[in-house]
């Protein structure tokens, strides 16, 4: 085909001409080669190193759930909660899987909007990451209830005592928030998938494979009539989950912001929180899927480009977060409010002063080494530098709530927060649950959205893009070919 | 390329042809339907751009659909939180009135969002007739695939100027690489 010759010539020197866009999949593959490549992760043998890590972070689970089950014995007493720090590791644990949810659907529907079209290659896999980090989140307000017995008093359900929950209080909002959330993202991520399934199911050779993907795929034909239909409500959900997802972190700062506490009750709380959630998603998308492509052999697909691109977004967001870790204390000043000045002062020098400069360190002034392309594009450095974001977000929100609580207004209620072995061992925990439901994904799941890279694949016509396109078939490479060259 | 035809089947579903190239199905797609058919389909492992056009087919209604889920979100949310917190259970807290249109807002607009986007799903699954787990595309071999990098028309028996092998010769001359009858399920 014209289009694999085009490709080939652009592919040749890439660097030279800017004015010339450098392809998107890489390695001159073909529309098939697509198929092949990500479908063969799924049916082929299980790789040598799934089990041994499956088993690692599935013991981790588990141990994740032991130390739910403990609490539930025991009591919140197991937890180093204590006057006045009533809120700690389960609250900051929450915001910050929560935040990371946030690059998933930044990446599926916002890069959707905007047309960015590099963003099919690794928008499957952000979106199953925003799933299990929301699921994480999930678990600790659930089990940080104290009562958990009455953890349905959350919800507007008609019950004996003939009470309803306050609709006045941002907790509430939280919660309808966090579990629209949870549902849009999994009906996004399930229709991007239908495609992907009937490709499984199509290629499947055993009976209960076939069945399987064949029950969820749910008879998907590919045909134009069809088509019509699911590109119009793949439109309008990216367009219903950007606001969503804009909302959720807002709402989740309002729990803090609505409060009258000095290091909470601040305006800029909404956007600071929503430029920290994608800051954090997308080191954890970075974390994730940098050893995945190394490992299931993807780099044509989830190219440098893509890496660089998301460090950039890093950058940006790094540098609003940043930003926002200044004027707070801007504010504090000016503002001549001798409590909240206090609050700051206390935050970077008093005694959780590690603590706000572990974060400083990692979400201000590691993302500034993503200015040096050479760091940009090399996968590793990526993969050791995300980590450090993926500690400062976690850093930011401990922060934030700790250190605002542990110094009441009197300093007869003044305290220090230690956590308890208990804990530590479920926030690790989560993490065991995030990459089991992650490794199960990448194993049984197509982690690339297959029908989304071939639409934009050179000489194919272009999802999200309305170029007209001649009945020759020549249309959509002169009409792409005349885009790209453009300067 | 092209292949003699062979004997029409006695029950049939319909003619469908393969094609080496988006170009050429959407070319065809033009020709079939200034033909006169109606009642036939395109099948590409992703959706072809420009093909609405061709084959006559409007703008999906499906935003219609979604805007009057958001609406009815939107009301049941200001209904629920009117119920609860005013009529039912009235409640003083921090002084804020019972009906606390600013603060519904919020749950105003997650249930909006919520409702929309369960519309858009299985209001799509509606309009498409998902889930339907038989159909002679899905059996065929011609049409093995039509999920991977295959592109394929298929024109229904049913389509009043569905005319056998004529059909088949109009496929032919639309540059089709591979034809054969599909039978109806």
Redesign the interface.
């Known amino acids: 085909?014209s289009g694999a010759a085009s490709a080939t010539s652009t592919l040749a020197r890439p660097e030279q001409d800017p004015s010339v866009r450098p392809p998107l999949v890489l390695g001159g593959k073909?529309?098939?080669d697509v198929?092949r490549l990500v479908s063969g992760i799924v049916e082929g043998k299980t790789p040598r190193w799934w089990w041994p890590v499956f088993l690692f972070t599935g013991g981790i689970t588990a141990m994740c759930f032991a130390m739910i089950g403990y609490l539930f014995a025991t009591g919140v007493g197991v937890w180093g909660l204590n006057e006045p720090v009533g809120w700690a590791w389960d609250i900051t644990n929450f915001v910050f899987w929560v935040g990371i949810g946030h690059a998933g659907t930044l990446i599926s529907a916002i890069l959707f909007l905007l047309r960015q079209k590099w963003r099919t290659s690794i928008n499957r896999a952000a979106e199953a990451m925003t799933l299990f980090a929301v699921m994480c989140a999930g678990i600790f307000p659930g089990i940080h209830v104290g009562r958990w017995w009455r953890a349905y008093f959350l919800a507007?359900i008609p019950n004996s005592n003939?009470?309803?929950?306050?609709?006045?209080?941002?907790l509430?909002?939280d919660v309808?928030?966090v579990s629209?959330y949870a549902?849009?993202s999994f009906?996004?991520w399930?229709?991007g998938m239908i495609?992907d399934l009937?490709?499984l199911?199509?290629?499947a050779k055993s009976k209960t494979k076939q069945f399987l993907y064949?029950?969820f795929a749910?008879?998907?034909?590919?045909?134009?009539?069809?088509?019509?239909?699911?590109?119009?409500?793949y439109l309008?959900?990216a367009g219903?989950?950007t606001?969503?997802v804009l909302?959720v972190h807002t709402?989740v700062s309002?729990d803090f912001a609505t409060a009258i506490l000095p290091g909470w009750h601040a305006t800029i709380f909404p956007p600071y929180f929503v430029a920290g959630a994608i800051f954090s998603g997308f080191a954890m998308v970075l974390t994730i899927l940098i050893p995945a492509r190394a490992l299931f052999g993807l780099k044509d697909l989830i190219t440098t480009r893509h890496l660089e691109n998301m460090c950039k977004v890093i950058l940006a967001t790094g540098c609003m977060v940043g930003y926002a870790y200044s004027m707070e204390f801007f504010t504090a000043w000016y503002s001549g409010n001798p409590f909240e000045t206090f609050v700051f002062v206390n935050r970077a020098g008093g005694p959780y002063a590690w603590a706000y400069w572990t974060m400083v360190t990692c979400n201000v002034i590691t993302p500034q080494l993503f200015w040096f392309k050479k760091i940009r594009t090399s996968p590793w450095l990526i993969f050791a530098l995300a980590i450090f974001v993926n500690i400062g977000m976690w850093f930011e929100r401990f922060v934030i709530i700790v250190t605002s609580l542990h110094r009441d207004f009197l300093p007869s209620s003044w305290g220090y927060f230690i956590p308890t072995w208990v804990d530590i061992l479920t926030f690790v925990g989560s993490f065991g649950l995030f990459f089991t439901c992650f490794l199960l994904f990448l194993r049984f799941l197509p982690m690339i959205a297959?029908?989304?890279v071939?639409?934009i694949m050179r000489g194919?016509?272009?999802?999200g893009?309305?170029?007209?396109?001649d009945?020759?078939?020549?249309?959509?490479i002169a009409a792409h070919k005349h885009k790209e060259a453009r300067p | 390329m092209s292949q003699v035809s062979i004997p029409m089947p006695s029950a049939i579903g319909g003619v469908a042809g393969q094609f080496d190239?988006?170009?050429?199905l959407?070319?065809a797609?033009?020709r079939v339907h200034q033909a006169g058919f109606r009642r036939f389909?395109?099948?590409?492992?992703?959706?072809?751009?420009?093909?609405?056009l061709?084959?006559g087919?409007g703008?999906?209604h499906?935003?219609w659909i979604?805007a009057a889920a958001a609406a009815a979100g939107a009301v049941t949310a200001l209904v629920?939180?009117w119920y609860?917190?005013v009529l039912?259970?009235p409640?003083i807290?921090?002084g804020?009135p019972y009906f606390?249109w600013q603060?519904?807002l919020?749950?105003v607009?997650?249930?909006s969002?919520?409702f929309?986007?369960?519309a858009?799903?299985f209001?799509?699954?509606a309009?498409?007739g998902?889930?339907?787990?038989?159909?002679p595309?899905?059996t065929h071999d011609l049409?093995?695939?039509?999920?991977?990098?295959g592109f394929f028309m298929?024109i229904e028996a049913a389509d009043e100027k569905f005319a056998g092998q004529q059909t088949w010769a109009l496929l032919q001359s639309c540059g089709a690489s591979r034809i054969e009858w599909i039978n109806e399920s």
Request: zero cysteines; proline letters at 7%.
């Open positions: 085909m073909r529309v098939g198929t507007p003939a009470i309803w929950p306050n609709f006045r209080s941002p509430l909002w309808f928030a629209t549902i849009v009906l996004f399930y229709v495609p009937a490709t199911r199509d290629r064949g029950l749910l008879g998907w034909r590919g045909g134009n009539r069809q088509w019509r239909h699911y590109e119009m409500a309008l959900l219903l989950s606001p969503l909302s709402v309002f297959m029908s989304e071939k639409g194919h016509s272009l999802i893009a309305d170029e007209p396109m009945v020759h078939g020549r249309g959509p | 190239t988006p170009g050429e959407l070319a797609a033009r389909d395109v099948y590409s492992p992703y959706p072809i751009h420009g093909m609405d061709v084959m087919l703008r999906s499906l935003g979604v629920l939180q609860t917190n039912d259970y409640l807290t921090q804020k606390s603060a519904f919020v749950v607009f997650e249930l969002v919520l929309a986007a369960f858009a799903v209001g799509m699954f309009l498409n998902l889930p339907r787990w038989h159909h595309t899905l049409f093995t695939t039509a999920t991977d990098d298929l």
